[in-house]
């Protein structure tokens, strides 16, 4: 009896200290979402939203916030795409930098939540439509079109998305002067949009 109730007190502390780590994990969540948004806010290169946990991803699995972090990784990248071509000048394109934003994207395109679905697929809209001007072909412009059409869908009370698309299907039509024409990308046409928001207020 006294074997049996020794370990029957030792399997009962490493649970106590296991839900002490884990509590502790659940804690940091929030914290790090706050303070990456904050980041995000000021500097968004240097923006982070993964704390440092215990347990690895136990908390991450149980809070279910690998959709929140993705649709701000998105964000981010987007971001970055975005400035650094505004940086190079259309004379010198940054696709490697869009192609990591499209992938970044690609996941919040698909979340059950309207509002980060289509503000994801305007994003994309707006990249693979930059992949067109670009050099890409008609192809891109199409996808692009669709990336649109899709968060309208999800999303229809999604103005930014309609705003662009609607654009898009203009410039695409014969005989349309694109030269001087560009999508907007929600940072600088209302402080709304697609991209206007900062993580954590939708997306």
């Not at 649709?71 to 981010?76: C, H, P, S, T, V």
């Not at 670009?134 to 968060?151: E, L, M, R, Y």
């Not at 609607?166 to 907007?184: F, H, I, T």
């Amino acid at each position: 009896m006294t074997a049996l109730r020794l370990t029957a007190i030792t399997v009962l502390a490493a649970a106590a200290v296991v839900a002490a780590l884990l509590a502790a994990d659940v804690r940091a969540w929030p914290v790090a979402l706050e303070s990456g948004d904050a980041t995000y806010a000021i500097f968004p290169e240097r923006a982070r939203w993964i704390p440092a946990t215990n347990l690895g991803g136990l908390s991450k699995a149980l809070l279910g916030t690998t959709g929140d972090v993705a649709a701000r990784q998105g964000l981010r990248e987007y971001l970055e795409a975005e400035t650094l071509q505004q940086q190079l000048g259309n004379a010198f394109p940054a696709p490697a930098e869009r192609l990591v934003a499209i992938a970044a994207l690609n996941g919040p395109a698909s979340s059950a939540n309207p509002q980060i679905a289509a503000q994801a697929r305007t994003l994309l809209g707006i990249l693979t439509f930059a992949e067109a001007t670009a050099g890409g072909g008609v192809s891109p412009t199409d996808t692009a079109i669709s990336d649109f059409a899709d968060a309208v869908r999800v999303e229809p009370g999604d103005t930014a998305a309609k705003f662009d698309l609607e654009l898009l299907l203009r410039l695409s039509a014969p005989n349309v002067q694109r030269r001087g024409k560009r999508l907007a990308n929600g940072f600088g046409r209302t402080g709304e949009g697609a991209s206007g928001g900062v993580p954590g207020s939708g997306f």
